[in-house]
């Protein structure tokens, strides 16, 4: 058995150490839970941690609570009056604004969960339950045209455009459907984006990490606006908004630190990641995000993934052209070990 303390400190740490913790992760199942309770023990206790933690702007908390303090909860701390509320957390880590919630239960929830979104300037939409996951206490697949909420407050008014599969597995599942919609209140349109990742059950990893990948780079790609710097806030949600939502939220938010660095001119070796800190910055904000130990794993084998392929883009500009990418990502691996 390992010991946990080889997990530790928990201070940042170069993203190129990440793939030998994914590996002690995945080949000793009592380190990822261990890891979780012990990090929100030693984090909370630190006294630089709680003074940065009261200094995070709360500008997206304020302004969401002034306009729909009736129509959903700003902390996950259960269903409220009636279920007039949908279980949703506004949530701001590392300078980028997200709001994560649960699977609306009715219509008028699913129109909410657009509204709520719209008055944030939203543009991106992500979805993680599945096509045929949830029963009939839930109120599934509102995206579709069938199912749209075409009517939200204040005189909103969603349309469909057009649906288009943009990446998918070797099997059926998992794949990514990509919905484009337009909306409108008087004079006002504009055009916003919600992407669909199918295939991933409630409560597990991701079946295909390559494809969950790729889900972040069309999230990244889409959300982007003229100036690289600033996004919009992003919102997502699965069937409680925690697990698969927090898998996606944490590993958006590493990304970007990540791009960030290496946009500043630091190299990809000498770039740091702090995954245990970023995780409980989300949690800290909506109670329970990646609590599940195998998601906690998966975390950092994505992160893995995601070294080796920045890896392999550095090493391909000193191949002749025309090399396959196969004999590049060889060399890559040796290079990895």
């Known amino acids: ?18 793939p030998a913790k994914a590996t002690l992760l995945e080949r000793d199942d009592t380190l990822a839970p261990a890891l979780v309770e012990l990090a929100e023990k030693t984090l909370k206790s630190n006294p630089t941690y709680k003074e940065r933690n ?7 908390q304020v302004a969401i609570k002034k306009f729909s303090s009736s129509l959903y909860e700003d902390t996950r701390v259960g269903r409220g009056i009636n279920d007039l509320f949908l279980n949703a957390s506004c949530v701001t880590v590392h300078g980028q ?25 939203v543009r991106v939409f992500v979805s993680l339950t599945g096509t045929h ?38 099997a059926p599942l998992p794949n990514i459907i990509k919905t484009t919609f337009s909306v409108e209140m008087g004079v006002e349109t504009r055009t ?13 990893v991701a079946p295909s990490e390559r494809l969950l990948l790729q889900l972040l780079d069309l999230i990244r790609a889409e959300n982007t606006t003229q100036n690289a710097h600033q996004t919009r806030t992003i919102q997502i949600h699965c069937r409680a908004g925690i697990g698969r939502t927090g898998v996606v939220a944490v590993v958006y938010a590493i990304q970007s630190l990540i791009f960030a660095q290496m946009a500043a001119g630091t190299a990809l070796d000498s770039i740091v990641v702090n995954p245990v800190e ?9 109670k329970g995000i990646i609590a599940d130990p195998r998601q906690m794993t998966q975390l950092y084998s994505l992160l893995t993934r995601c070294y080796e392929d920045l890896k392999f883009e550095a090493v391909k500009q000193f ?3 025309g090399q396959t990418g196969n004999t590049i990502a060889k060399v890559v691996r040796q290079y990895l070990g």
């Open 1 to 18: 058995m390992t010991a946990i303390s080889s997990l530790l400190p928990l201070e940042a740490l170069p993203l190129q150490a990440v």
């Open 54 to 60: 009261k200094a995070r702007p709360q500008g997206l």
């Open 97 to 121: 604004n997200y709001i994560l919630s649960a699977c609306p239960e009715t219509h008028q929830q699913a129109a909410d969960f657009f509204y709520m979104g719209l008055k944030q300037d």
């Open 133 to 170: 996951e949830l029963g009939a206490e839930y109120y599934n697949n509102f995206w579709l045209k069938e199912r749209l909420p075409t009517e939200m407050r204040e005189g909103w008014k969603i349309a469909h455009i057009q649906s288009d599969c943009v990446a998918k597995a070797e």
């Open 192 to 204: 916003i984006v919600h992407f669909h990742f199918n295939g991933w059950g409630d409560g597990q």
């Open 278 to 286: 970023s995780t409980y910055l989300f949690r800290e904000q909506r």
């Open 319 to 321: 191949f002749p052209k």
